[in-house]
């Protein structure tokens, strides 16, 4: 029974985990933080990532996690610049596709896809970035009818308050207090998992009260969408930034509109938090990061589990970060 949280890799920085069962086992693809040496600085050029392992697991609980290695690297992507951030993973007819946040040769995020016949890599990257996307943390996500949407986009150094309609602006508007709060994004994937197949769409998130979230609220959206079906509803869950929480609202339709429902986590050691929320054998699990193991450096973040628990009306039961400290 685990009640307390377990850190899942002890000789390594790992941190933004996007965590799938395939084949029978859980997959954890997470970045690889390291030291580059890069000042802190709100524009997050400290997250100075370069390649992704891919690690697996049959027992998250008690077991050892097995690390494959070296799966993608920014050397191997031809429209690379620099900063390798948070991935995610899809199977579809026999292939895994890797979704991953790079900036590109002028220092603007885009989302680029890899594909792999294993879900342990190697991941191929394709030539150039996914056609209209932008800005970071792509989540991806199957519908019960087997098609795919991806969940993006995050604030500062992430640069979703450059665009606008999908269309980037002149100047980056952040908004604050009683302006309504930036959105993350949605949007449907094309049939070979290539492409947008759409538009991509804002994530309406609503107060429970019916109104629309405010910049200035201390759980709107910021980075690190999720989402995950739990009893029939849509879960849409993301990190609040500078504010430090894992937040969660619920609706009935995966584009939204979604009702808040409360805190996840509360802060952890470091400035960012992320997470994933999966189900393995029966139990649900939150996956997440801190930064105790180095001393609190931000940008070296470590991998952990808690069992994820919820109530009989189907909200979740918050989390406190800071537990299990070393
Ligand atoms: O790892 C770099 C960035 O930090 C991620 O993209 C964000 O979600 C935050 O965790």
């Not at 890069?38 to 990532?49: A, L, Q, V, Y």
């Amino acid at each position: 029974m685990m009640q307390k949280s377990r850190y899942l890799i002890e000789d390594d920085f790992m941190a933004d985990p996007a965590v799938h069962v395939f084949e029978g086992k859980l997959y954890i693809y997470p970045s690889h933080d390291r030291e580059s040496g890069i000042p802190e600085n709100d524009n997050g050029d400290h997250f100075d990532m370069n390649d992704y392992h891919v690690f697996s697991a049959s027992d998250i609980e008690n077991e050892p996690l097995t690390d494959h290695g070296v799966v993608l690297k920014v050397g191997d992507i031809p429209w690379a610049g620099r900063q390798l951030w948070d991935c995610d993973v899809a199977f579809k007819d026999g292939k895994y596709y890797m979704y991953f946040s790079l900036k590109d040769k002028n220092d603007i995020f885009r989302l680029g896809v890899a594909v792999s016949n294993s879900p342990e890599g190697p991941f191929i990257p394709k030539p150039d970035p996914v056609r209209g996307s932008y800005s970071i943390d792509p989540a991806v996500f199957k519908d019960n009818d087997g098609t795919h949407y991806i969940y993006f986009g995050g604030l500062w150094g992430g640069q979703l308050q450059r665009y606008k309609d999908n269309k980037a602006l002149e100047n980056a508007f952040l908004p604050s207090g009683d302006e309504l709060a930036l959105r993350s994004r949605v949007v449907r994937l094309s049939e070979d998992m290539l492409d947008f197949a759409e538009e991509p769409r804002p994530v309406v998130i609503l107060n429970q009260d019916g109104t629309m979230m405010k910049a200035g609220q201390e759980n709107r959206f910021f980075e690190a969408s999720w989402m995950h079906i739990y009893n029939g509803k849509y879960y849409f869950s993301y990190s609040t930034g500078d504010t430090h929480l894992l937040c969660y609202a619920t609706g009935d339709n995966l584009y939204g509109p979604f009702t808040y429902q409360g805190v996840i986590l509360t802060p952890v050691v470091g400035w960012t938090t992320h997470h994933a929320i999966t189900e393995f054998n029966g139990k649900w699990y939150l996956f997440f990061h801190d930064c105790v193991p180095s001393g609190g450096r931000t940008w070296l973040r470590s991998l952990k589990v808690i069992k994820l628990d919820y109530n009989e009306d189907g909200t979740i039961q918050t989390i406190n970060g800071n537990e299990n400290q070393i």
